[in-house]
């Protein structure tokens, strides 16, 4: 069985920086793309970043770009999301997700097929 888990989430005052990760188990990422999503209270869930399963050239929300970086281990299955100088609308809970097997990285939450459960991110000013 696929399961994803984010950890990392938590209260942080704005400036300052978190590491969320996404460890996947049940089955061997290192073929599929992986992404970050946001959703915010009374707001749809909207794209955060992505990563191919290379690890050659990720995507950025226009709204993330110079302030987060996402990245990969493979040998650990795992991903992550390193969130500098947060602002409180960063304020929201992030899911990670797993795209297809060889598929291209993709903003488009449709595209990802497994899910986790989300982690709260809570920027104060």
């Known amino acids: 069985q696929v399961q994803l888990v984010e950890s990392g989430g938590g209260l942080v005052q704005a400036g300052e920086s978190l590491r969320l990760s996404c460890a996947a188990s049940?089955?061997?990422?290192?073929?599929?793309?992986m992404g970050w999503f946001r959703q915010a209270p009374g707001k749809e869930r909207e794209f955060v970043a992505a990563?191919?399963?290379?690890?050659?050239?990720?995507a950025y929300a226009d709204s993330v770009k110079g302030r987060f970086t996402i990245s990969r281990d493979n040998a650990k299955n795992t991903a992550y999301l390193q969130m500098n100088s947060l602002k409180p609308e960063d304020t929201a809970v992030y899911y990670c997700?797993?795209?297809?097997?060889?598929?291209?990285?993709?903003?488009?939450?449709?595209?990802?097929?497994?899910w986790g459960q989300g982690t709260q991110v809570t920027v104060s000013s």
């Open positions: 049940g089955r061997t990422f290192s073929s599929y793309p």
């Open positions: 997700a797993v795209g297809p097997k060889y598929s291209a990285r993709s903003t488009d939450s449709s595209t990802y097929v497994y």
């Open positions: 990563i191919t399963w290379r690890s050659i050239s990720p």
